[in-house]
């Protein structure tokens, strides 16, 4: 029996928009060929092939990127979720079969992130959803994307500054700046503050591969206010714990400050100088979520995390 070439070409051309969308979402026709395992040249001739379907020119070189044209993202919009359909075919497939009650599911967060923000969620889900194996990934910063990029996890939550053009990133609650000193430190009773009231006093911070210090250094050079750091060190609770010793005073996100705090430590805003942080979940543009991920997600609903007075938002770990 002859085959139709009408329906073999059809489902030929799944193959070139592969090739499109992974080389959007890598950048380059390198990463996109190592993650179809192909050649090169390969992939290069299915974009050349599908321009010449198009008509148009798809892809152009921005620096050492590749990057879309006006048409080029038009036939993004419309190619992604039809390959995403399809290479997440057969999990759906199986998920469909035995349903919500089985699988696991892999998030990454930070510590501060899985200690503060991530507890109702998880105990939402459990709850709802008693079978699916729940693995938390204490990662941050580049750990944890690379996770997401190779696909080791579904999903992140944390905080994120600048969005990488390969992932999607939905911000959910925004937390004030907060400084805090112990009860009796002389700043702890300023009618009013200014940033360069703080130089006096050591600093205990996150190290510096973190976005907490980086954000921390960047204000006080652009308000050209000298400052020093008595102490690095990680982890939101260790540096309540050392501020509240009296070995100095700290700038820490609202998130991590709980009514336990109240006794032991005084806190009060620094939103004049410092920005808000934003806490969301971050996904791989591409990735076809599972059920688990997708129910994950839609509890992350507005107004969850509305703390110290400031409510979730719509629109990624120190």
């Keep these: 029996m002859a085959t139709n070439p009408r329906f073999a070409y059809k489902g ?79 999990v759906a497939f199986r998920e469909r079969i035995r349903g919500m009650d089985a699988g696991e599911l892999n998030v990454a967060a930070g510590s501060s992130t899985i200690l503060y923000l991530l507890p109702p969620i998880v105990e939402a889900f459990r709850a709802a959803h008693p079978e699916v194996r729940l693995n938390l990934h204490n990662v941050t910063g580049a750990s944890g994307l690379e996770l997401l990029r190779s696909d080791a996890v579904d999903l992140a939550v944390g905080s994120m500054l600048d969005v990488p053009a390969d992932l999607d990133y939905a911000p959910l609650a925004r937390f004030e700046p907060m400084l805090i000193t112990p009860p ?105 979520l599972s059920p688990q991920a997708r129910a994950f997600n839609a509890l992350f609903r507005p107004g969850l995390f509305s703390r110290a007075g400031h409510d979730a938002t719509g629109h990624s770990e120190r």
């Design 184 to 288: 009796d430190h002389p700043l702890a009773h300023r009618k009013t503050l200014d940033l360069q009231d703080l130089s006096p006093y050591g600093l205990i911070l996150p190290p510096q591969r973190l976005t907490t210090y980086r954000m921390v250094d960047l204000v006080f050079q652009r308000h050209r206010v000298p400052y020093t750091v008595a102490l690095e060190v990680g982890g939101w609770e260790v540096i309540k714990q050392y501020v509240a010793m009296g070995l100095g005073i700290s700038i820490v996100t609202a998130i991590c400050l709980t009514e336990a705090d109240h006794a032991r430590l005084a806190s009060r805003s620094l939103s004049a100088w410092f920005p808000e942080r934003s806490y969301g979940v971050v996904v791989r543009k591409g990735k076809y």
């Design 12 to 90: 030929d051309r799944l193959k070139p928009l592969r090739a499109f969308c992974q080389t959007v979402r890598l950048g380059s026709v390198s990463r996109a060929a190592e993650a179809l395992f192909l050649s090169q040249p390969a992939v290069t001739l299915q974009l050349q092939a599908l321009e010449r379907e198009m008509g148009t020119r798809l892809l152009e070189r921005s620096g050492r990127r590749l990057v879309m044209t006006r048409e080029g993202e038009a036939l993004y919009e419309l190619a992604r979720p039809l390959v995403e359909g399809f290479e997440g075919l057969d």
